[in-house]
């Protein structure tokens, strides 16, 4: 089976813009999250998607946000990027409750 | 609320000695515990997973870790360190109660090996 893929890999982005991200998950699985890493913050969960229903968020502003397709590929949005956004963006699948999560590789944005 | 706690940001082992890292958690019920590993410009992959079946668990590249609930704690070995073991290593727990799949992952610790 294909792992976890997100695309972009790589991001360069300026204050003020808005950013989609996307995250297909293993096939089959149907539970979506996302994490934020930073060097100052750690591992930080954001949300959770599970048959394109949000299940579960983190303590992030209302700025992040994203949704889930039938498919359940995921896409997460930021808008009116802050330079205190860049960081590691970590997509995660899993087949559903309390399931082991799979990682991609994450997306790396840089905002100028 | 839960969380986990891994003490020492950085641990540095020779090539052959054992690994020790630590982790206690913080749970209000018997949580789901793992270790994930991240080597650079990656995402992370998960080691091994505590589930409550048994209290030492076996995962890959040779790592083990053992539940001890009067320690809350969740410790990863490897018997001999390998120069490919050196990466960052993170524990986790989350909550097997929930409906939601939320993972609390801790600070991390920096793993180096010595030739």
């Known amino acids: 089976k294909a792992g976890v893929t997100q695309t972009p890999r790589y991001l360069i982005k300026t204050r003020g813009q808005q950013v989609t991200l996307s995250c297909s998950p293993i096939?089959?699985?149907?539970?979506v999250s996302w994490y934020q890493q930073t060097p100052g913050q750690g591992l930080q969960f954001l949300f959770e998607?599970?048959?394109?229903?949000?299940?579960n968020k983190g303590n992030f502003p209302g700025r992040f946000s994203g949704r889930q397709f039938s498919n359940s590929r995921s896409e997460m949005n930021v808008s009116t990027l802050e330079l205190g956004d860049s960081a590691l963006y970590l997509c995660?699948?899993?087949?559903?409750?309390?399931?082991?999560?799979?990682f991609g590789p994450g997306t790396r944005l840089t905002v100028l | 609320a839960q969380s986990v706690t891994q003490l020492g940001s950085h641990v540095s082992v020779s090539e052959g000695a054992l690994v020790l890292l630590r982790c206690n958690y913080s749970?209000?019920?018997?949580?789901?515990l793992f270790w994930y590993v991240q080597y650079p410009n990656q995402g992370l992959q998960l080691l091994l997973k505590?589930?409550?079946?048994?209290?030492l668990v076996k995962g890959i590249n040779g790592f083990e870790a053992e539940f001890k609930k009067s320690e809350t704690s969740f410790h990863l070995t490897k018997p001999s360190a390998h120069m490919s073991d050196a990466a960052e290593y993170f524990c986790?727990?989350?909550?097997?109660?929930?409906?939601?799949?939320?993972?609390?992952f801790g600070s991390g610790t920096r793993l180096s090996i010595r030739p």
């Open positions: 995660a699948s899993s087949s559903g409750v309390s399931d082991t999560q799979y």
């Open positions: 096939s089959g699985h149907r539970s």
């Open positions: 998607y599970f048959s394109e229903t949000q299940r």
């Open positions: 749970s209000s019920v018997p949580p789901y």
């Open positions: 505590y589930t409550s079946a048994a209290t």
């Open positions: 986790a727990v989350s909550d097997r109660d929930s409906s939601a799949s939320k993972i609390i």
